[in-house]
């Protein structure tokens, strides 16, 4: 059977199937409304929705601008900044294969696999995955590398560029080349808490490029490409986007007036991430919707793409259910999960979102969730920090959650007709 996940005629194919015309409207205005006002309440200046189900694409729309001042229109071809989904399209999946492989096992003990990281290789790769090794959240790099009279330490940011000071960070600032070992100095000295329990932390997605290239001999971006992105045929999923894309395909983010002090675009938003020349394990990922949403897919598939097995559907399983529910935390290995308890101002999600479902959130304002149960894959790209980062009208007004929730009202339109010989009547 032809797949139509990637042509825009099986949005029109699914309604026509599903003889929901009017549902799929309802759906479809409900979104608009919600989008459109989130937009004059400057929640972002633009977003692209994409929704698909059983392999093909529902629904896909752009919306606003790149930015506030309305020169661009956002396409849904357009490439975001994905913020933490980096977590798990990229540092989890890395992790994924990794133990497909065979080369650790969930609880062994970091530090038996990277060095120089102190108290925190006491913690077991479970533990860190699932937030549930009490590491310190994160770090403020770009303030840790500058002296009490503001001059930045030796071997970390230069306003000069040269063969040791080589990355471009902005127009006027640049990276030293072996900054990396700064960044692990600081994680080894940071706070770790003797008890156990949820505490969100990126740290541990800094190392993992160090973990895959010590264990395969491949560079941790090399080794994603290989063996995911490029066998999903995803063509927009890539770090440092501005070495393939040109600056109008992207949307911007954050106007910077603390560290870089000028407008972030093209280069990863993070300041970690930027702090490792734009690639890392917990953010620096730039994608479409549709080359995001491949990857989801790939998983909602047990691993497969084509005749190709890329995970297997017991890792797959492992990974996307939660660890330690018993202590609060809903975490699964790497993915994030719905709510123990659903508290509509705290979820990034629908109510109807099942248990088995998964995905992450990001700063930026992304999403991207798939549910098992339903085939569901849903997607949202936006730029909420643009201009600034205190812009948070996405969540007082719980945008994804309430799009999220109109699919499974969408969803149950369609059952209810089916099961209702009167409704399919009329």
């Known amino acids: 059977m032809l797949k139509l996940r990637h042509t825009l005629f099986s949005v029109f194919f699914f309604a026509i199937v599903f003889g929901n015309a009017q549902a799929f409207e309802t759906m479809s205005n409900n ?22 189900k059983d392999d093909s694409i529902l629904f896909m729309r752009s919306y606003g601008h790149h930015t506030y001042d309305s020169l661009r229109r956002v396409a849904v071809n357009d490439i975001y900044d994905l913020a933490s989904i980096t977590k798990v399209v990229g540092g989890t999946l890395a992790m994924m294969k990794l133990y497909d ?14 060095d120089k990281i102190g108290k925190v290789g006491k913690v077991t790769f479970r533990e860190v995955l699932t937030h549930q090794a009490g590491l310190y959240p994160w770090i403020p790099y770009y303030e840790e590398v500058k002296r009490k009279n503001g001059k930045f330490k030796s071997k970390t940011i230069s306003s000069n560029l040269d063969d040791d000071y080589s990355y471009q960070l902005s127009d006027s600032l640049y990276l030293h080349s072996g900054f990396y070992e700064k960044i692990k100095k600081m994680i080894r ?26 264990l395969t001999d491949t560079l941790y971006q090399e080794y994603l490409e290989t063996n995911f992105y490029h066998q999903v045929g995803a063509k927009t999923l890539m770090f440092n986007p501005l070495d393939k894309f040109s600056l109008h395909q992207i949307a911007p983010t954050e106007i910077d007036t603390f560290f870089r002090m000028e407008p972030i675009h093209g280069k990863v938003h993070d300041e970690g991430a930027i702090m490792m ?16 949403a491949s990857i989801f897919q790939m998983l909602l598939d047990e691993g497969k793409i084509d005749s190709l097995q890329l995970l297997s559907p017991q890792t797959i399983q492992l990974f996307t259910t939660t660890q330690y529910p018993n202590n609060d935390n809903r975490r ?14 705290a979820s990034s999600v629908a109510q109807s979102a099942s248990f088995k479902s998964y995905g992450h959130s990001g700063y930026t304002g992304t999403l991207a ?26 969540y007082q007004r719980n945008v994804r959650p309430t799009i999220h929730q109109f699919i499974y009202d969408y969803l149950k339109d369609i059952e209810t007709q089916e099961n209702d010989p009167v409704e399919n009547t009329k």
Request: proline share 4%; aromatic share 16%.
């Open 101 to 114: 492989d065979g080369k650790y096992n969930l609880d062994d003990r970091i530090g038996d696999y990277i």
């Open 31 to 52: 979104i608009d409304s919600v989008v459109y006002d989130a937009i004059k309440d400057q929640a972002f200046p633009g977003c692209v929705v994409y929704i698909s």
């Open 277 to 292: 020349k734009g690639v890392s394990g917990n953010a620096g990922l730039f994608s479409n919707a549709e080359d995001l």
């Open 189 to 214: 000295k940071s706070d770790v808490a003797r008890e156990k329990k949820y505490r969100y932390s990126g740290l541990f997605f800094y190392l993992i490029p160090e973990l895959v290239e010590s």
């Open 369 to 394: 969730w798939a549910d098992p149960e339903s085939d569901l894959i849903f997607i949202f790209l936006t730029n909420r920090v643009y201009p600034s980062r205190t812009f948070r009208a996405l």
């Open 332 to 345: 699964g290995l790497g993915f994030d999960k719905p709510l123990l308890q659903y508290d509509s101002i």
